[in-house]
Nanobody, 128 residues
C-alpha cells in the first residue's frame, strides 16, 4: 500500500472542532481498504478512535468519542475524514490514519488493532 497522507492537525481551545484528512497516495488502494483513525498520547498505548468500511456504509467508534467524532469517506476525492467536535484536553494526541485490506469484518477488526498500514501521524492539541 502506498503511503497514507494525513493533514488537518493543529491546536484548538476546548469545545472547538477540527477535521483530519487522510488520502492514500494510490486511489486503487483507497477503494480496496477499510480505513480508520488511531491516537496516542505520551505514556499511553495507541488506541482505535474510529473506522469505516470500504464502501463507507458502516462506521465504528470508540466509546470515548461517540457522539462527538464522525468518520467519513469521499469517493470522488479518494479521501477519508475525521470530523472532531467538542474537543477536550483528553483528546490531545498524535492521530494516525490506518488502513487494512478488505476482509470479513475489516472495519471493526481494524478498530481493534488489525492494521496493515499506518500514516505518519498528525498532532492535535486541545487547550483547556
Amino acid at each position: 500500500l502506498s503511503p497514507l497522507l494525513e493533514s488537518g492537525g493543529g491546536s484548538v481551545q476546548a469545545g472547538e472542532s477540527l477535521t483530519l484528512s487522510c488520502k492514500p497516495a494510490s486511489e486503487y488502494n483507497y477503494f480496496t481498504n477499510c480505513m480508520g483513525w488511531f491516537r496516542q498520547s505520551p505514556g499511553k498505548e495507541r488506541e482505535g478512535v474510529a473506522s469505516i468500511s470500504t464502501g463507507g456504509t458502516k462506521q465504528f467508534y470508540a466509546d470515548s468519542v461517540k457522539g462527538r467524532f464522525t468518520i467519513s469517506r469521499d469517493k470522488e476525492k479518494a479521501t477519508m475524514y475525521l470530523q472532531m467536535n467538542s474537543l477536550q484536553p483528553d483528546d490531545s494526541a498524535m492521530y494516525y490514519c490506518a488502513a487494512a485490506s478488505v476482509g470479513k469484518n475489516c472495519a471493526p477488526n481494524l478498530l481493534a488493532g488489525r492494521v496493515d498500514h499506518w500514516g505518519q501521524g498528525v498532532q492535535v492539541i486541545v487547550a483547556s
